[in-house]
């Protein structure tokens, strides 16, 4: 019934296959973010072999020390829309501090770690990281626009009064609220930051198992009419 109404609206599958841009499906499978359409089933099973063949890659040739770094670098950049908003705003949102893990998780993958349970953890503490830096961002800001300081002078002071351990359970005690909206941000963006190589190749795999063949009718390939369902 919904095909018939679909069809009685004009509309009709795109016969095109969104992996290589070519005609003749033979299968039906999710493509893309929530979108199920037809495709060719060599299409589906070679974008799976090169999804395995790039995890086996990463598994032999992935370095924690790059991974780490990069993830190091995606949380910096990750902090900025939440720096921005307090200076600007003197605001802090929840949902902005979801960015740092995220941006980590892509620069621990981008420098090439080992996509594996490391990357997770690294992108869970880069997250609670965060939370560090955009504080010192901001003490670095108040220090250079209301204090006078230089950057040059205003990063060491800072730098030397967070090494001292007794600051450290001041601060942290003092940033209960952020530390809070950083699990809230792992939380919103843990479907993403939680993709190993083992699970975005089982993916690859499950939409292979449920593609279904296409069109529906194989014996009718030829006379299947999208616009003359009514039959």
């Not at 902005?96 to 080992?114: D, I, N, Q, R, S």
């Not at 930051?193 to 499950?206: E, G, L, V």
């Not at 279904?212 to 003359?228: L, M």
Request: aromatic share 12%; with cysteine; net charge negative.
């Amino acid at each position: 019934e919904a095909l018939k109404a679909v069809s009685a609206a004009g509309f009709k599958p795109n016969e095109v296959c969104p992996k290589c841009g070519q005609a003749g499906c033979d299968a039906a499978a999710v493509c893309g973010v929530h979108e199920f359409r037809p495709t060719h089933r060599a299409c589906l099973q070679g974008n799976a072999e090169d999804i395995s063949e790039k995890a086996d890659k990463n598994a032999q040739n992935g370095s924690y020390l790059l991974g780490i770094l990069g993830a190091i670098i995606g949380m910096l950049i990750g902090t900025i829309p939440t720096l921005l908003t307090v200076i600007f705003l003197e605001y802090e949102y929840a949902i902005l501090f979801a960015l740092m893990p995220v941006c980590a998780y892509f620069g621990y993958k981008l420098f090439g770690g080992k996509m594996n349970t490391a990357a997770i953890v690294v992108t869970i503490i880069m997250a609670v990281l965060g939370v560090y830096m955009v504080m010192f961002e901001c003490a670095v800001y108040e220090d250079i626009a209301f204090g006078g300081f230089l950057l040059s002078d205003a990063l060491p002071l800072l730098f030397s009064y967070m090494v001292i351990g007794e600051n450290w359970v001041i601060l942290t005690g003092d940033l209960w609220v952020e530390f809070i909206f950083a699990a809230l941000g792992v939380w919103f963006s843990w479907r993403l930051i939680s993709r190993t190589s083992k699970s975005i190749t089982a993916d690859a795999q499950a939409v292979i198992d449920l593609s279904v063949p296409y069109p529906p009718n194989r014996d009718k390939a030829q006379q299947f009419d999208y616009t003359e369902i009514n039959e």
